[in-house]
T-cell receptor
């Protein structure tokens, strides 16, 4: 089955700097890769996603890149703000419904 | 996107008791719902796929007799933790996707279970 690895586990950046979180997956058949943001004690919220037929997608300060050949995808947050502080999870969809999540990255934006 | 309601948001129970958690899809009919478990500072682990009108599909290592799932209608799935023990204490989150082949996984607010 699918295996998703995520790095780093923790990340601290100064406000205004960029943050990059990387994930790798093992199943070349996976075709959809969402990113979720989870604030303390709350539900994970989808922030951006990318399909396997796209190499890059951007939404304001957030972007995701996908390298199908290397089987890795990354989340890029530019001009970070304190409210970006949260845990971020990447995921890969295996088959039609099953999502495998990475281990999470705790991002701390320092004011 | 889908609106998912989960209840209760938190529950404390004594060891040996059973706890039921409800997950409702408020704005559309969900033939499939998913139950995840999240231990503190850890990732989301899929426990089982809840199928309306049929048996749930459990992931490897998840005891079906321990975690009873019922999906009796298109808008409600329930997870019952039977004979709960302290090691069952966790954050349980349900989720739905909209329609076959749909991409977006929407989560409920989660239920924090503490077993004393």
């Amino acid at each position: 089955g699918e295996n998703v690895e995520q790095h780093p586990s923790t990340l601290s950046v100064q406000e205004g700097d960029s943050a990059v979180i990387k994930c790798t997956y093992s199943d070349s058949a996976s075709n959809y890769f969402p990113w979720y943001k989870q604030e303390l004690g709350k539900r994970p919220q989808l922030i951006i996603d990318i399909r396997s037929n796209v190499g890059e997608k951007k939404d304001q300060r957030i972007a995701v890149t996908l390298n199908k050949t290397a089987k890795h995808f990354s989340l890029h947050i530019t001009e970070t703000q304190p409210e970006d502080s949260a845990v971020y999870f990447c995921a890969a969809r295996e088959g039609t419904y099953k999502y495998i999540f990475g281990t999470g990255t705790r991002l701390k934006v320092l004011a | 996107g889908a609106v998912v309601s989960q209840h209760p948001s938190w529950v404390i129970c004594k060891s040996g008791t059973s706890v039921k958690i409800e997950c409702r899809s408020l704005d559309f009919q969900a033939t499939t719902m998913f139950w995840y478990r999240q231990f503190p500072k850890q990732s989301l682990m899929l426990m089982a796929t809840s199928n309306e009108g049929s048996k749930a599909t459990y992931e490897q290592g998840v005891e079906k007799d321990k975690f009873l799932i019922n999906h009796a209608s298109l808008t409600l799935s329930t997870l019952t933790v039977t004979s709960a023990h302290p090691e069952d204490s966790s954050f349980y989150i349900c989720s739905v996707t909209q329609g076959a082949g749909a991409n977006v996984l929407t989560f409920g607010a989660g239920s924090r279970l503490t077993v004393l």
